[in-house]
């Protein structure tokens, strides 16, 4: 019997690997980060944004997620990522995500906790783990020809009364990353994900991870990242495979023979991430 996503972030805490969110909103995305996740035997997240999610369809996405992991028995899980509206969180909840992240880093302290606390209520009669923020984690999922301004971090007092008063299970931390790859890679804050993880006993995520320099994702895992989101690189090779084959096979009509090259890219793309994470979990 598969376990829940608590127990697999449970053991990627203890056993010092963090489970990578790949996002999605086409099924060949899909399909592509589920091969990677059944040849490695990886729990993996798919995360959808408010875009994606209305793009694919929220209900579709939870019943492909979820028959692929019952059909094929991968720990394979979907979070709504970056919610913002109560209302379409609470309808994530409803039909099935199994994670729901609830980003207020826009919001003060006072409406941010509030909220994410009301999120939770709401979640945890269904099981439903909840990520939270504090914190603006900026950028954009795109690749950027200009270069990376660090950002002014949130005071750590303020995360753990966060994760103190809200009860979220994991913390979408400022530690120096962005959203999108830029042409110089972040500086990132180790000392802030040790302590940050030492002081809200909680599971930290590092969003962002797009982009960033192996030895520093090596690093951030040791220090305590346990989940590590991936959007705008996956991206990047679906969008590459996808121009090449049309352009390789300009008479190819049908679907099926032109996404297989995206989808594989994806797989590939997927299991490099996994084994630098170290959630490959092939006995």
Request: proline share 2%; hydrophobic share 40%.
């Amino acid at each position: 019997m598969l376990k829940n996503l608590i127990d697999y972030l449970n053991k990627a805490k203890n056993e010092n690997f963090a489970i990578g969110q790949f996002n999605f909103s086409t099924i060949d995305q899909l399909q592509g980060i589920a091969k990677a996740s059944l040849e490695m035997s990886a729990p993996v997240i798919c995360g959808t944004s408010t875009g994606e999610a209305q793009f694919f369809g929220m209900y579709e996405a939870v019943a492909m997620v979820k028959a692929l992991r019952e059909e094929r028995g991968v720990p394979i899980f979907i979070n709504l990522d970056h919610g913002k509206d109560i209302d379409l969180i609470k309808k994530a909840v409803d039909i099935g995500y199994d994670a729901v992240h609830f980003d207020g880093s826009e919001l003060d302290i006072e409406d941010n906790i509030s909220l994410a606390k009301e999120v939770v209520d709401y979640a945890k009669n269904k099981d439903v783990v909840v990520e939270g923020e504090v914190g603006k984690i900026g950028g954009s999922s795109s690749v950027h020809e200009d270069k990376l301004e660090q950002s002014t971090l949130t005071s750590m007092d303020k995360i753990v009364r966060f994760i103190k008063e809200t009860g979220v299970d994991t913390l979408a931390l400022d530690a120096g990353t962005v959203h999108g790859v830029y042409s110089n890679s972040p500086e990132i804050d180790f000392n802030r994900i040790e302590e940050a993880s030492i002081k809200t006993n909680s599971f930290i995520v590092l969003h962002g991870g797009s982009g960033v320099e192996d030895e520093d994702i090596k690093e951030a895992v040791k220090k305590g990242v346990v989940k590590i989101n991936i959007n705008t690189e996956l991206r990047a090779v679906w969008r590459d495979a996808l121009y090449k084959e049309m352009s390789d096979n300009p008479k190819q009509i049908v679907p099926y023979k032109i996404l297989c090259a995206s989808r594989d890219a994806v797989s590939k793309k997927t299991k490099q991430k996994i084994i630098l994470f170290g959630s490959d979990l092939r006995q």
